[in-house]
């Protein structure tokens, strides 16, 4: 089965640039979607198709994808931007697979 | 506005059975796959089960294959996952989710979950 790593957690500080990394088996052949969890609250997608942005979401958040790493970056990082995020891909294989997911502290 | 209310979570004993609903609104629900993705306490999302926008295709986590069975009536705009010999292990907010599109496989629209709780 298809296995998607992301590292447990990323922190920054307000302002800078936050890179969290999904690896997996030459992920740049398949296109990564991310999402952003806030406590409580239900998934939202933040990336789709590796780095096109829904309606709504901020231009400080895009995402590229080549070789065995997918990256969400979130550029001026806020304090709002605190939250699990999650990748996910779509493999012939295994369906959807998500990655264990990556708690973002805002220092 | 896109909107997915999902309702019939609760307490069940262990080999029990739950019906999940989720109504949706405010997109044409008939052309569009949907999904359920659920979420153990603490835990990352696992994807559950698929149904086709006519419904007469299914994809199930082998998780919950031979225990759980997904419908969806598109004159009613809703979507079903009927849950049977549940476990402690399928305790987890279920949520409801929309494709982003006919072909792709992401999700653009989550509902706000409802908890199942599996426990004697």
């Known amino acids: 089965s298809y296995v998607l790593t992301q590292p447990p957690s990323v922190s920054v500080a307000p302002g800078k640039t936050a890179r969290i990394t999904c690896g997996g088996n030459n992920i740049g052949s398949k296109s990564v979607h991310w999402y952003q969890q806030k406590p409580g609250q239900a998934p939202v997608l933040v990336i789709y198709y590796d780095s096109d942005r829904p309606s709504g979401i901020p231009e400080r958040f895009s995402g590229s994808n080549s070789g065995n790493t997918a990256t969400l970056t979130i550029s001026r990082v806020e304090a709002g931007d605190e939250a699990d995020y999650y990748c996910?891909?779509?493999?012939?294989?295994?369906?959807?697979?998500f990655g264990g997911g990556t708690k973002l502290t805002v220092l | 506005e896109v909107q997915l209310v999902e309702s019939g979570g609760g307490l069940v004993q262990p080999g029990g059975s739950l019906r999940l609903s989720c109504s949706a609104s405010g997109f044409t629900f008939s052309s569009y796959a949907m999904h359920w993705v659920r979420q153990a306490p603490g835990k990352g999302l696992e994807y559950v089960s698929a149904?086709?926008?006519?419904?007469?295709?299914?994809y199930y986590a082998d998780s919950v294959k031979g225990r759980f069975t997904i419908s969806r009536d598109n004159s009613k705009n809703t979507l079903y996952l009927q849950m049977s010999s549940l476990r402690a292990e399928d305790t987890a907010v279920y949520y409801c989710?929309?494709?982003?599109?006919?072909?792709?496989?992401?999700?653009?629209?989550w509902g706000q979950g409802t908890l199942v709780t599996v426990s004697s």
């Open positions: 989710v929309k494709a982003g599109s006919s072909s792709g496989y992401y999700f653009d629209y």
């Open positions: 996910q891909v779509w493999d012939s294989s295994s369906d959807v697979v």
């Open positions: 149904i086709s926008s006519n419904g007469g295709s299914t």
